[in-house]
Nanobody, 115 residues
Framework: QVQLVESGGGLVQAGESLRLSCVASRSIFSMNAMGWYRQAPGKQRELVARITSGGSTNYAGSVKGRFTISRDNAKNTVYLQMNSLKPEDTAVYYC?????????WGQGTQVTVSS
């Protein structure tokens, strides 16, 4: 079992930055991959960024060049640095961890970007 706790969401203006954090209840070395997803009202949940155990990353096209996913193994934490935020980035952001054949989710953190 893995518990994930996100933090760092909030209300910002367009062009500003936020950093989201996701703390895992066990070593992230044991995860096949960790990622950030988001879900806007009336839309499906979508992948934002993902990082594998080997350090490979991939990003949604809409955030490439603006968002950066990283991890601190010693703190069992994955981060999402979000720069140049846009109103269309407004959503609930969820942390995800894949371990063995199971997938775990955090409770989500709200990000709201005003124009």
């Amino acid at each position: 079992q893995v518990q994930l706790v996100e933090s760092g969401g909030g209300l910002v203006q367009a062009g500003e930055s936020l950093r989201l954090s996701c703390v895992a209840s066990r070593s992230i070395f044991s995860m096949n991959a960790m990622g950030w997803y988001r879900q806007a009202p009336g839309k499906q949940r979508e992948l934002v960024a993902r990082i594998t155990s080997g350090g490979s990353t991939n990003y949604a096209g809409s955030v490439k060049g603006r968002f950066t996913i990283s991890r601190d193994n010693a703190k069992n934490t994955v981060y999402l640095q979000m720069n140049s935020l846009k109103p269309e980035d407004t959503a609930v952001y969820y942390c995800n961890a894949d371990r063995l054949e199971l997938s775990y989710w955090g409770q989500g953190t709200q990000v709201t970007v005003s124009s």
